[in-house]
């Protein structure tokens, strides 16, 4: 031992050995570790002790079951002599004891002697095991054989070791109430007190501790300076919540209307009574009070993250997801391959929450994704495969235009710009910040939307085929990416069809036809445990096989004993998500999100040129084209006695070239931003405040064209005298019908957008669209007095907008009557009076009106399930 440290003695299973303090003693199920556990609730590098300096610390990596000092989790921890810790279970997990040296705890093994010590302490770890893991073994390759003899080879490198029959398995139990451990060191409960509280979510060591005033006082939390506690956090606002003491000694937190919300429990709340079980959530923040402390946890990013059990079941009773469980430390890179049909996007919705599974949990640290998605959401971040970003922007625009709607409404410029700056540098973006995202290659628009993903600094990012359509150098560049990430304190999932850069990962879960697990282990072990040289060869056997067993052959053999059965341990749940338990609160006032998603948007806009001149241009050429039909008597009253059949004509072209305009500003606009739009409602957007901001600047533009062509098409033509409700300004008047067309026309673009799965099948919807106007206007054949014909037609914008151009112009007088028999039969819609007009123009607009409540409805299938109200 070197001078001054004091000798410490570890006492397992039967085996002592004395501590060196050069040296670090990891201890898990992996044959290599000093310490080898065979105990499924133990990790496969479950914990390290060391001497720490100034006295012996015992550190967990991430553990699925954890850690325990006195029935408390612990993650670091000093320790000396009398301290007892738990592996894997508070209770009845495999127990280290630590004395002095010659306090009673005999030295059975110097540490130089420690392996040979271990290999007696575990007599199931077979010694040739630790000997194949070291040197690269290779299992005899079979790909000429039947799936049949698959399970045998499997089993092959581990045929020495002893299989766990089902009676020895370990079904983890609860401790009943009575024998919980007191948490920090207490007294147990005596008689029939009430049992010390569970340490909340397996947390970590409290980040700080806060002393609050019994019986009197108020702690304030907020991000300002003059906050009793300062939270150092974007996502909390100025002043955020408060504890307030109550007269009978307890304590309530107060929401002091933050922009993303309070929580107790994952839930949003405004005001709530707080115990020893309840968790506080704010911002990337947790709090627990512990008789009158405050204690707090800082999410710094250190999280656990697993899946168990998800299985994903829908119409008609088929599993597209079957059983899936496993489980990832802190600060880790994990690859997600399979063929097609594998379920691997089923499996991301489920593991954001997007669309949670029908059976099982994803647990954040050991919290309930799915029952405190309300919270958790906030530190989720997802990079789907399209950009998640308009790429007509500047890249510092379109990350200043992001973190304008995911931060606080109160949080300042300078605040805001700062954490810009931090991720560009962290993402080597800084040098290509004014630069559109359209000149960007396409690594580095990965790169931009990573960085989108950044600014609210989530614990968890979750990737979905980043590198799809990439060179392989750009692949490895991005993966890399990724790789920093997780160094930096990150868990990142990626969805991947790229296998070059698997290598980097630190666990790989395979995914097999049918939505069942293959693998899940480390990279480096994969294509032994299928047997295969290549991932083609491994690829082309699950569609050769697609019956085969994959996920029997994975679950018996000793990989997922290694890797998964901790995890798989655990009984499956049903979840039933509350509408109400998930519907969280806005991060902005709608007001204030309308008014950046209009800015955005307007920017957006300008920064398309192309878009501009284009809609400029269609109203021109068409309303110009109207000019063009010889009319001798215009559009006023005929003369002679002749009728004036081309003024119908002339507010037909009038009519459907406004009908093609206004559909056409809208009709790609919601399919070409669904990624955005699904990403941005998740993390709080207005679904209200972003179909306004669609309303708004396209209503302009419409507006802008209809003056347009209403000036070129009215220009050269004689008009009425006097209009009905503008007595002398009767080209207004028929503006203002023509205008209304258009927005109404623009709404009906905006449900086809919302309808349809691609922008390619938007053209031939917009085409049909504008002949079936043409038919319609009642121009063209008698439309009145035909029975289901002119009902079908009052759906139509066209009819009612010519209808109302009608009473202005009179056109039952002007052109010559629809009905040759009877010259006194006339469309009741075109009736020469300003009631009529009226009316016309009321049920234009009403057609708009729904189409819009129609969008609001069709937006909510494409955000995530569990905020769909």
Known sequence: MGHGVPELVLELNGQTWTLDPSRSYTLGRDPQGDMVLQDARVSWRHATVRWGGRGWVIEDHGSTNGTYVQGRRIHQMDIGPGTTVHLGNATDGPRLNLAAAGAGAGVGAPAADLYSAQ?????????????????????????????????????????????????????PQQPQAAQQPPAHGGTPPQGGGAPAPQPPHGDRSPTSFHQMAVGRGVMRIGRALENDLVVSDLQVSRHHAEFRATGDG????????????????????????????????????????????????????????????????????????????????????????????????????????????????????????????????????????????????????????????????????????????????????????????????????????????????????????????????????????????????????????????LALCDKLLVMAPGGSVAYFGPPEEALNFFGYETWADVFSAFENYRDYDWAGRWKGS???????????????????????????????????????????????????????????ALPAVLGGVSTLIPADFGLGAPSKGHFNQDAGTIMLILAVGMCFSGAANSVRELIKE????????????????????KVIVLGFITMV???????????????????????KLPAVELCLVITALGFTCMMIGL???????????????????????????????????????????????????IAGAGTTLDLSHIMAPMDKSDAKSLDPLWAHTATQWGIDLAALLAIGIVCGFAVIRLLRRHEPEVMRK
């Open 558 to 616: 000793q990989h997922y004993q290694m890797y998964a059965a901790d995890i798989d341990a655990v009984a499956p749940q049903s979840v039933h998500v509350q509408p109400q338990m998930v519907r969280p609160p806005k991060p902005q006032s709608w007001g204030s999100q309308l008014w950046t998603l209009m800015r955005r948007y307007s920017s957006v806009i300008a920064s398309d040129r192309g878009f501009l001149v284009l809609m400029l």
């Open 250 to 501: 307890r304590f309530e937190i107060v929401d002091l209307g933050s922009h993303n919300g309070t929580y107790v429990n994952g839930q949003p709340v405004s005001r709530q009574l707080i115990g020893p079980h309840d968790i506080v959530g704010v911002g990337h923040s947790t709090f627990r009070l512990v008789g009158d402390r405050l204690e707090e946890f800082v999410d710094t990013g250190d999280v656990s993250f697993s899946a168990r059990h998800l299985t994903v079941t829908v119409d008609g009773g088929k599993q597209i997801l079957k059983d899936v469980s496993f489980g990832v430390p802190e600060k880790s890179l994990i690859a997600v391959i399979g063929p097609s049909g594998s379920g691997k996007s089923t499996l991301l919705k489920a593991l954001t929450g997007y669309r949670p599974a029908n059976e099982g949990d994803v647990l954040y640290d050991n919290r309930n994704l799915y029952k405190q998605f309300a919270e958790l959401r906030q530190r989720i971040g997802l990079v789907p495969q399209d950009d998640i970003l308009h790429k007509e922007l500047t890249v510092q625009k379109a990350l200043r235009y992001a973190a304008k709607l995911r931060f606080p409404g109160d949080t300042a410029a300078s605040e805001r710009e700062a954490r810009i700056g931090e991720v560009l540098t962290e993402l080597k973006l800084d040098i290509h910040k004014d630069k559109k995202v359209t000149a960007l290659s396409g690594g580095q628009r990965k790169r931009v939307s990573v960085a989108l993903e950044l600014l609210t600094k989530p614990s968890l990012i979750f990737l979905d085929e980043p590198t799809s359509g990439l060179d392989p150098g750009m692949d490895r560049d991005v993966m890399q990416l990724l790789r920093g990430l997780a160094d930096d304190g990150r868990t990142v999932l990626v969805v991947t069809h790229s296998v070059a850069e």
């Open 674 to 693: 669904r990624v955005i739009y699904e990403r941005e409602r998740a993390v709080g957007l207005s679904r209200s405040a972003y179909l306004m901001s």
């Open 751 to 801: 449900v086809i957008s919302s309808l349809v799965k691609t922008a390619e099948k938007t053209m031939p919807l917009l085409v049909m669209f504008a002949i079936v106007q043409v038919v319609f206007t009642g121009i063209l054949f008698k439309l009145y007095n035909s029975p289901g014909i002119e009902q079908f037609a009052w759906l139509m914008p066209a009819r009612w907008a």
């Open 119 to 171: 290999t007696a302490m575990s007599p199931q770890a077979p010694a040739h095991l630790a000997q194949q893991a070291g040197a690269g073994w290779q299992q005899p390759p079979y790909q000429q054989q039947a799936p049949d003899a698959w399970q045998q080879q499997a089993q092959q490198p581990y045929q020495q070791a002893p299989q766990q029959t089902p009676q020895q398995a370990y079904v």
């Open 705 to 727: 064209q209809s003056i347009l062509i209403c000036a070129i098409g009215f220009s050269v033509r004689e008009l009425p005298e006097s209009g009905l409700i503008l007595k």
